[in-house]
T-cell receptor, first 119, second 110 residues
Framework: GAVVSQHPSWVICKSGTSVKIECRSL??????MFWYRQFPKQSLMLMAT?????????EQGVEKDKFLINHASLTLSTLTVTSAHPEDSSFYIC???????????????FGPGTRLTVL | KQEVTQIPAALSVPEGENLVLNCSFT??????LQWFRQDPGKGLTSLLL?????REQTSGRLNASLDKSSGRSTLYIAASQPGDSATYLC?????????FGKGTRLHILP
C-alpha cells in the first residue's frame, strides 16, 4: 500500500530558530500534499495544500511567511517553521494524494506526524 | 458549513464489552469517510476507509458503517481490549477538503 513518511518524528528547538519537516511519499507520486496541525486536545486542522511545482495554498489564519512550504518533486514536500516560538509547539501531519486524473478526491495517505516542541 | 462531530468526547468501558463510537457530519455529499486511531504522542493509524458508495467496512474486530442520508458513521469495536485504548478520529472528505472530528478518547478498563 501507499506509504508516507515524515522526518523527523520529533524535534525540540530553541525559540527563534527554524525547523524543517519533510514529508515523502515512498512508493507513489503525489501531485498534492497537505499539511495539518493538531494542538493538544484539538482536532487536526488543515494548514495548507501543497501542489508540486507551484505555490502552496494556505488556509485562513495560517501565516505563509512563517510556515514555508516547498513541494519540489512528486515525492517530497517540506514544511519549514521559521523563527519558531513556543506557541508553534504542535503535532504536524502531512498527507499525500495519489497522482492521477483525480487529485484531492483521491484517497489521502497520512504520514506518522512530527511533534515539534519549541522551548 | 461542513462540520464533523464526534460523540462522546470520552468513553470508558470494561474490557470485553462491545462498543460504538459515533461520527456525524453535515452535507451528505461526501467522497469518503475514514476512521483513525491516535495513541498519545503518536501519529495517525488508519483503521477503515469507507467510500461514499459503500455502506460498511470491516477489519478484524472493527466494523465501520456509513449512512450518508442521515450524515452518520459508526465505528463498532467488538470484544474490547486494553490495547484498544486510544483516541479515535473520524475524518470526512468532501473532495475539496477533509475535516476531522475532535475525536473520542476511549479507555478500556482491565
Amino acid at each position: 500500500g501507499a506509504v508516507v513518511s515524515q522526518h523527523p518524528s520529533w524535534v525540540i528547538c530553541k525559540s527563534g530558530t527554524s525547523v524543517k519537516i519533510e514529508c515523502r511519499s515512498l512508493d507513489f507520486q503525489a501531485t498534492t500534499m497537505f499539511w495539518y496541525r493538531q494542538f493538544p486536545k484539538q482536532s487536526l486542522m488543515l494548514m495548507a495544500t501543497s501542489n508540486e511545482g507551484s505555490k502552496a495554498t494556505y488556509e485562513q489564519g495560517v501565516e505563509k511567511d512563517k510556515f514555508l512550504i516547498n513541494h519540489a518533486s512528486l515525492t517530497l514536500s517540506t514544511l519549514t517553521v521559521t523563527s519558531a516560538h513556543p506557541e508553534d509547539s504542535s503535532f504536524y501531519i502531512c498527507s499525500a494524494g495519489l497522482k492521477g486524473g483525480l487529485v484531492i478526491t483521491d484517497t489521502q495517505y497520512f504520514g506518522p506526524g512530527t511533534r515539534l516542541t519549541v522551548l | 458549513k461542513q462540520e464533523v462531530t464526534q460523540i462522546p468526547a470520552a468513553l470508558s468501558v470494561p474490557e470485553g464489552e462491545n462498543l460504538v463510537l459515533n461520527c456525524s457530519f453535515t452535507d451528505s455529499a461526501i467522497y469518503n469517510l475514514q476512521w483513525f486511531r491516535q495513541d498519545p504522542g503518536k501519529g495517525l493509524t488508519s483503521l477503515l476507509l469507507i467510500q461514499s458508495s459503500q455502506r460498511e467496512q470491516t477489519s478484524g474486530r472493527l466494523n465501520a458503517s456509513l449512512d450518508k442520508s442521515s450524515g452518520r458513521s459508526t465505528l463498532y469495536i467488538a470484544a474490547s481490549q486494553p490495547g484498544d485504548s486510544a483516541t479515535y478520529l473520524c475524518a470526512v472528505s468532501w473532495g475539496d477538503k477533509i475535516i476531522f472530528g475532535k475525536g473520542t478518547r476511549l479507555h478500556i478498563l482491565p
